[in-house]
């Protein structure tokens, strides 16, 4: 079983949709949350980072985690066709290792 | 900008051969990582450096080996190519434990 798994997708959303993300794990060392968001044939950029358990929010996007379930998710409101990319749920343990989830695939049609 | 460099964008070789893909992490950061991604995979962690020393090591083949130089820039050997070893290489860099990764936009290796 892997330490991170993803909702694998891909997912289609029209334009102006809410989009639910989402990650389970299963190592209690993680503490810290991140997502990354990937466009095509470019690296990993940072979206959202927190650190506890609740929610987070930074303009058009929320994250959410849930250390008793193991739980985190990504919300994206009023989806934009420039939100079209691979979202990458990392959690993070004290020693700085990140473990990646594989990626759901996003598509916003507009 | 992310801050992290890496250098060749493309390559392209021929199976058995050797080739060193290189990373400058930001300025003041001391960790750097190295990860593949083959076609629609997920990143695969290979190996990590701490201000010059292996710090943690994932799933890296033998004939690939990695070291970080006094000046923080790392290189990344892959040596015997296969066609399989194809695929997009990052580098990332990180300021403490705690912080997120940095991602250099990556070399895309092709071995014919």
């Known amino acids: 079983q892997k330490e991170v798994e993803q909702d694998p997708g891909p997912l289609s959303v029209p334009e102006g949709a809410i989009v639910s993300l989402n990650c389970t794990y299963s190592?209690?060392?993680?503490?810290?949350f991140m997502w990354y968001r990937q466009y095509s044939r470019k690296g990993p950029e940072l979206l959202m980072y927190?650190?506890?358990?609740g929610n987070k929010e930074d303009g058009r996007f929320t994250a959410q985690v849930d250390k008793s379930s193991k739980y985190i998710s990504l919300f994206i409101r009023d989806s934009q066709p420039s939100d079209s990319a691979t979202y990458l749920c990392?959690?993070?343990?004290?020693?700085?290792?990140?473990?990646f989830g594989d990626g759901t695939t996003l598509t916003v049609k507009p | 900008d992310s801050g992290v460099t890496q250098t060749p964008k493309h390559l392209i070789t021929a199976t058995g051969q050797r080739v060193t893909l290189r990373c400058s992490p930001r300025?003041?950061?001391?960790?750097v990582y190295w990860y593949q991604q083959s076609l629609d995979q997920g990143l695969q962690f290979l190996i990590q450096?701490?201000?010059?020393?292996?710090?943690a090591k994932g799933n890296i083949l033998e004939r690939f080996s990695a070291q970080q130089f006094p000046d923080l820039h790392s290189e990344l050997n892959l040596s015997s190519l296969e066609l399989g070893d194809s695929a997009l290489y990052f580098c990332?860099?990180?300021?403490?434990?705690?912080?997120?990764?940095?991602f250099g936009n990556g070399t895309r290796l092709t071995v014919t």
């Open positions: 990392a959690p993070n343990t004290n020693a700085g290792k990140s473990t």
């Open positions: 190592n209690s060392a993680f503490q810290y």
């Open positions: 927190t650190y506890s358990s």
């Open positions: 300025s003041g950061d001391l960790s």
């Open positions: 450096y701490y201000n010059g020393e292996e710090r």
């Open positions: 990332a860099s990180q300021s403490a434990g705690d912080s997120p990764l940095h």
